[in-house]
C-alpha cells in the first residue's frame, strides 16, 4: 500500500502525550498508562507488586513507564555473585535489586526505559506487547531493523539486543516488562554484567550474554523521551484513546496504600541476596607470607544467604588447626557478604591481643575472603 506524503508525515511525526496526576478513583479507562516519578528501582518494583497485588484488571489493562539511575537487576531465581561484578558496583555505587519475576541479570540506567504491560491472565501475550514496541520504534524511525525473538528479546540490526524480557504470572493477573536501551552506559554494561567471582557451584537461573546496542546509536533522534511517548500513543490506540499518561509518586500512601511495606521489603538484604538459591564456593588461594608462598583451599556452603558450613584447609605449619578452626567455626551462620566478614574477624582478634603473628594471618586471610564476595 502506497502512502500519501501527508499519511508519510502524520506516521513519523513525534507525538507528544498528555500528562496528568492519578487517582485512581477516578479512571475508567480500559487502557490505563502510569509512568513513574521516581528514579528508585525499589520503588518503582514496589509499584508493579502493588498494581499486581491490587488493581482489578479483569476489564483494565495497565502500562507502567519507569526509569532507574544505575542498578543491576537480577531475576527472582539468580545468583548476584555469579551474575555481576559486585566490587565494581560498590566502588562506583551501583544499586543491586532483586525482582520478583524471573529472567535473566540487566543493568538500569536513566539511559533505559522500563515497560511493565499488566494484564489479566488470560489476556497474557508477551510477543503482542514486543510487536506493539516495534510499531511504536517504527512510528519514529519507519526504516528501524528490529525484530522481536522466540527468546522475547528485541533484536537491532539482527544482532544487538536491545531489549530483555520477564514475567510473572499471578493466579489471575499477569504481568511482563521489558527494557529498551536508548541510551544507556554502554562501557558499564559488559563490565558490571561480567561476574570475576570463580569456584561457585550454583543451579541458580543463568543469564545469556548477548551483544547490546543503544537505539540511539542507530537513529540519534530515539531518544528516551520520545520512545516513551511513541509507546504510550500506540498503546492508546488498541483502545481507540488519546495518549494520556498518569503521572504516579510511587511514595503516595494515598495512592498506593501499603507501598512503603513493599518497598521496604525489596530493599532488604534478606530479599536481595537472602533468596539466593543455595551455593557452594570451592576455592584454590595463595597467600604470600615473609616471601613465602603458601597454598590453602576453601570449601563454603551457603544457604539463604548466610554461610552453612565452612572448611578452610592450610599449611599446619603455617596456621594450627586449632586457629583456623576457631576462624572458620566464627564464621557459620554469618552472611555471606564482606562487611559481616570483616566484622566477625575483628571481633575474634581481640580474643588474643597480643599475637602479632596471628593477628597478620588471619587478616590477611580475612582479606581473602572478602575478596571473593
Given at each position: 500500500?502506497?502512502?500519501?506524503?501527508?499519511?508519510?508525515?502524520r506516521v513519523c511525526a513525534p507525538v507528544f502525550c498528555r500528562r496528568t496526576?492519578?487517582?485512581?478513583?477516578?479512571?475508567?479507562?480500559?487502557?490505563?498508562?502510569?509512568?513513574s516519578t521516581s528514579n528508585s528501582v525499589y520503588e518503582n518494583l514496589a509499584v508493579e507488586d502493588w498494581i499486581h497485588d491490587h488493581m482489578d484488571l479483569e476489564q483494565k489493562n495497565v502500562l507502567f513507564l519507569w526509569r532507574n539511575s544505575p542498578t543491576v537487576v537480577i531475576g527472582r531465581h539468580q545468583n548476584p555473585w555469579?551474575?555481576?561484578?559486585?566490587?565494581?558496583?560498590?566502588?562506583?555505587?551501583?544499586?543491586?535489586?532483586?525482582?520478583?519475576?524471573?529472567?535473566?541479570?540487566?543493568?538500569?540506567d536513566l539511559g533505559n526505559i522500563n515497560f511493565t504491560f499488566f494484564t489479566h491472565k488470560k489476556k497474557y501475550d508477551r510477543m503482542e506487547n514486543?510487536?506493539?514496541?516495534?510499531?511504536?520504534?517504527?512510528?519514529?524511525?519507519?526504516?528501524?531493523?528490529?525484530?522481536?525473538?522466540?527468546?522475547?528479546?528485541?533484536?537491532?540490526?539482527?544482532?544487538?539486543?536491545?531489549?530483555?524480557?520477564?514475567?510473572?504470572?499471578?493466579?489471575?493477573?499477569?504481568?511482563?516488562?521489558?527494557?529498551?536501551?536508548c541510551s544507556a552506559d554502554s562501557w558499564?554494561?559488559?563490565?558490571?554484567?561480567?561476574?570475576?567471582?570463580?569456584?561457585?557451584?550454583?543451579?541458580?537461573t543463568p543469564s545469556v550474554p548477548s551483544l547490546v546496542k543503544n537505539l540511539s546509536q542507530a537513529h540519534p533522534s530515539l531518544t528516551c523521551e520520545a520512545v516513551m511517548d511513541a509507546v504510550a500513543n500506540e498503546y492508546s490506540l488498541q483502545y481507540d484513546d488519546k495518549p494520556n499518561v498518569h503521572v504516579v509518586d510511587p511514595r503516595d500512601e494515598m495512592l498506593f496504600p501499603g507501598i512503603t511495606h513493599k518497598k521496604k521489603e525489596l530493599c532488604t538484604w534478606d530479599w536481595i541476596y537472602g533468596k539466593t538459591p543455595k551455593f557452594d564456593v570451592q576455592k584454590s588461594f595463595q597467600i604470600l607470607h615473609k616471601n613465602i608462598v603458601v597454598d590453602g583451599k576453601l570449601n563454603m556452603s551457603i544457604k539463604n544467604g548466610y554461610i552453612e558450613s565452612c572448611v578452610m584447609a592450610l599449611p599446619s605449619h603455617w596456621l594450627s588447626e586449632q586457629h583456623c578452626w576457631e576462624l572458620q567455626?566464627?564464621?557459620?551462620?554469618?552472611?555471606y557478604c564482606p562487611g559481616e566478614i570483616v566484622f566477625l574477624v575483628t571481633t575474634l582478634l581481640r580474643t588474643f591481643p597480643d599475637d602479632d603473628e596471628l593477628h597478620t594471618k588471619w587478616n590477611m586471610l580475612c582479606e581473602k575472603l572478602v575478596s571473593i564476595m
Open positions: 500500500m502506497l502512502l500519501s506524503p501527508l499519511a508519510v508525515k496526576a492519578a487517582r485512581f478513583g477516578s479512571l475508567a479507562r480500559k487502557g490505563l498508562i502510569l509512568q555469579k551474575e555481576c561484578n559486585l566490587h565494581l558496583m560498590r566502588e562506583k555505587g551501583i544499586g543491586l535489586a532483586r525482582r520478583r519475576s524471573g529472567g535473566g541479570t540487566v543493568f538500569h514486543l510487536h506493539l514496541v516495534i510499531r511504536a520504534l517504527k512510528s519514529l524511525e519507519p526504516s528501524l531493523d528490529v525484530q522481536a525473538t522466540q527468546r522475547y528479546d528485541l533484536l537491532l540490526e539482527g544482532k544487538y539486543k536491545i531489549s530483555g524480557t520477564a514475567a510473572k504470572l499471578g493466579r489471575t493477573v499477569a504481568y511482563h516488562h521489558c527494557t529498551l536501551l558499564l554494561i559488559p563490565v558490571v554484567l561480567r561476574s570475576p567471582y570463580d569456584g561457585i557451584q550454583s543451579n541458580a567455626n566464627s564464621l557459620l551462620g554469618s552472611k
